[in-house]
């Protein structure tokens, strides 16, 4: 069992709190406003989520999980560096400006990735990038995909990525499914994939829709 802090409390957040509650961990989530009323579907999590503001939720956490949205992350956890210091922060954001339509547009860094500029920002934190190439409802639920999915991870550190795989695990994800591409530079290669899954989205409409590698 470890204590999960997860950054955001929107349906990215709290489909993650969920999931991994039910695999025994402890979730700590951070909202940015914690007096306001929990959202309804934030109610029936059972005893192992609470809810706190964010810096306390990233200081509970043995390993957190950044769903905050991307374009305002990096000044939002730059501000956390004392206390994400020594933990392993999980990097799910995609950093771009919002379409007409509300789904994603271009990126905000054109050149480089969100998760490169994070591990700048906290040199003591380990980062590692997954899970970004995808809706948030494969996530969770990987296994109602036709076709296996795939997360990829992207980080420095071996053994962080060792312990986000086997979180990942805890996801739903088989061992086959994740892909270890290599340093934290390779996230601007996944991070890219946004756009692609955006015009499926546009074309196909909000199904679950993940990118895949194929062998």
Known sequence: MTTIGILGAGRVGLGLARKLALAGHDVVVGRRDPAREPPAQARDLGPRVRFTDQRS???????????????????????????????????????????????PGELVHQDGSLGERLQRALPATRVVKTLNTMLHVVMTAPESLATPPTAYLSGDDQDAKDTVARL????????????????????????????????????QGLRPTAVSLSR
């Open 168 to 203: 990942l695990g805890d996801l739903g994800w088989k061992p086959d499914w994740i892909e270890d591409i290599g340093d934290i530079g390779t996230a601007r290669a996944t991070e890219v994939l946004i756009l692609l899954v955006t015009q499926v989205l546009r074309h």
């Open 57 to 103: 939720a990233a200081a509970a956490g043995d390993l957190v999980i950044n769903a905050t949205p991307g374009d305002t992350t990096l000044e939002r956890l730059g501000a956390m560096a004392d206390v994400l210091a020594g933990k392993i922060l999980v990097d799910i954001a995609n950093a771009t400006h919002h379409g007409p339509d509300g789904l």
